[in-house]
């Protein structure tokens, strides 16, 4: 797990050959038994990616005849996120959906299913955060619809370790969280944009107060708390 985990980072894959190696098509999602079995060429062999593939064939390899099939799978999980987040090709999202239906579909005990239906929901969860209100309604739902897959496997399948994880994914969910960008530079007495993004509020209030360069220096690294009060106790403008 660590070797793989060392050649799924990008980070540490900083010097490419020409003909790189490159998981290029969804045939890295096929099922467990095929993805074994496949032969894996590369011309570039110093590839990271290319040795992570190699590793998680191989330790899924070794877990294949276990008759427990968790560890397997532990690993198959990681494979599938893995070929999802570094897969160098466009349509994603279908096959890594319909590779955790095969997992739900092919297994009868609970801890798997809970496990895999929560991957399922996290990845929900994860494209929510594609979706451009002015563009599109695509993505627009999915936090529901992973919040409401999370209800079904606690509810099905408690005490899993996918019931606690769907526990934690929707506390995630819930979260309040609000965050406004301005521009770095204004004009003084002219318009500028501002940017809220925001999740799980229902309205917002604005107050604005007068300040200056050097008050923001000496607040500038203080509690936040004491910045909040700090400027709730000043006269507003507007």
Not at 25 to 54: E, V
Request: with cysteine; glycine share 2%; charged share 30%.
């Amino acid at each position: 797990h660590r070797a793989i985990d060392f050649f799924s980072n990008n980070e540490a894959n900083l010097t490419k050959a020409v003909d790189h190696f490159r998981i290029d098509s969804s045939k890295y999602f096929l099922d467990n038994d095929q993805f074994i079995g496949f032969k894996l060429k590369s011309s570039d062999p110093l590839s990271f990616h290319y040795h992570a593939i190699r590793y998680l064939q191989d330790l899924m390899r070794f877990h294949s005849r276990d008759t427990d099939p968790s560890a397997y799978l532990d690993v198959d999980f990681k494979r599938l996120k893995f070929v999802y987040d570094k897969g160098a090709f466009e349509d994603r999202v279908r096959p890594y959906l319909k590779a955790l239906d095969r997992i739900i579909n092919r297994y009868d005990r609970k801890e798997i299913i809970a496990e895999a239906k929560y991957w399922t929901a996290r990845f929900y969860s994860t494209l929510a955060n594609r979706y451009k209100p002015t563009l599109s309604e695509e993505y627009r739902w999915h936090k529901k619809k992973a919040y409401r897959l999370c209800q079904e496997i606690i509810k099905i399948y408690p005490g899993t370790y996918g019931a606690r994880n769907a526990r934690n994914l929707m506390a995630n969910i819930r979260k309040i969280k609000l965050e406004l960008t301005l521009e770095q530079i204004t004009i003084p007495d002219k318009p500028f944009r501002a940017l809220l993004a925001y999740q799980n509020v229902d309205r917002v209030y604005f107050r604005l107060v007068e300040t200056n360069r050097e008050e923001l220096k000496q607040y500038r690294y203080k509690n936040r708390q004491k910045i909040v009060n700090h400027f709730l106790s000043r006269p507003v403008l507007k």
